[in-house]
């Protein structure tokens, strides 16, 4: 059964390309018609490609690793904020930091040192600083938290990207390439598919469109999680419990073993303690 459907996109705005004059010709497979200089997309095939791409997340989250979703348009950032969250994902609403990807160990240090700042702050370290001085540190921990509190549990590159608007977001896109990170992307007709590895066509600028696909999208990957949290809890039943039980069993033993021993050395002094007194 399709995560989403034909009715569910066409009331979301989907269909909605852009005008014909600033389209790009590698969308044409995608594109369904054209209708008062604006281009409409096949949602029959966004329906296809959704599915896809959804299956492809179930599985990345299933293998408990990480999607970094990526969206710096006003239209999305609250929706991809609350989506990525609410799974326990990753990800960028703010500028994209160039060589983010590339870079990453530089990223990490500037992650540390918020934390590091957090630390000093709770142990009283800035205690004995000026006003002045605290309030610097504290203006460049928020800005630390705007631009890279949202990836503060990246500790390692993420195995795909979601971008929302993969024109907009070139550079992560471009960075991502680069590393062989998969690409999933909602690509409207004005723009280059070819760098997308998942391509889902869509309106990349309506509210809702976006909503619709960050939800089939966010539901796969928690249902992926789910399946690896359960796939977890089996296995612990399956084997480390008859584990436990023999190491119980060998523990037992060796009491067992140990009490013989103590009970013999027993023995033994009262013998000698005997023929001493004879």
């Given at each position: 059964m399709s995560r989403t459907n034909f009715e569910t996109l066409l009331?979301?705005?989907?269909?909605?390309?852009?005008?014909?004059?600033?389209?790009?010709?590698?969308?044409?497979?995608?594109?369904?018609?054209?209708?008062?200089?604006?281009?409409?997309?096949?949602?029959?095939?966004t329906v296809a490609k959704i599915d896809e791409a959804a299956d492809a997340l179930k599985q990345i989250a299933?293998?408990?690793?990480?999607?970094?979703?990526?969206?710096?348009?006003?239209?999305?950032?609250?929706?991809?904020?609350?989506?990525?969250?609410?799974?326990?994902?990753?990800?960028v609403i703010e500028r994209w930091p160039g060589g983010m990807l590339t870079n990453f160990p530089t990223i990490r240090k500037a992650v540390?040192?918020?934390?590091?700042?957090?630390?000093?702050?709770n142990d009283g370290t800035y205690s004995n600083l000026s006003k002045r001085e605290i309030l610097q540190i504290s203006r460049q921990r928020a800005k630390l938290e705007k631009n890279l509190g949202s990836i503060a549990d990246l500790t390692r590159l993420p195995s795909a990207l979601f971008v929302v608007d993969v024109m907009k977001e070139h550079i992560a896109v471009r960075e991502a390439?680069?590393?062989?990170?998969?690409?999933?992307?909602?690509?409207?007709?004005n723009?280059?598919?070819?760098?997308?590895?998942?391509?889902?066509?869509?309106?990349?600028?309506?509210?809702?469109?976006?909503e619709v696909i960050l939800g089939a999208c966010c539901d796969a990957i928690?249902?992926?999680?789910?399946?690896?949290?359960?796939?977890?809890?089996?296995?612990?039943?399956?084997?480390?419990?008859?584990?436990?039980?023999?190491k119980r069993r060998s523990s037992k033993a060796r009491m067992d073993k140990s009490d013989e021993?103590?009970?013999?050395?027993?023995?033994?002094?009262a013998f000698i303690k005997d023929d001493e007194e004879a």
């Open positions: 009331e979301a705005g989907s269909h909605f390309g852009h005008l014909k004059r600033k389209w790009n010709p590698a969308m044409a497979p995608y594109i369904f018609m054209e209708r008062n200089g604006i281009h409409i997309i096949d949602l029959h095939k299933k293998s408990g690793k990480k999607v970094l979703f990526v969206a710096t348009k006003k239209q999305a950032k609250q929706i991809v904020a609350e989506r990525a969250a609410a799974v326990n994902m990753p990800y540390k040192k918020m934390a590091t700042i957090d630390k000093l702050t390439n680069r590393l062989g990170i998969p690409v999933f992307g909602i690509v409207d007709t723009s280059d598919p070819t760098n997308i590895d998942f391509v889902i066509p869509a309106n990349d600028d309506a509210t809702k469109s976006v928690a249902e992926g999680l789910e399946e690896r949290k359960a796939e977890k809890i089996d296995m612990e039943a399956a084997g480390e419990a008859p584990a436990g039980k023999g021993e103590a009970i013999n050395a027993a023995k033994a002094a």
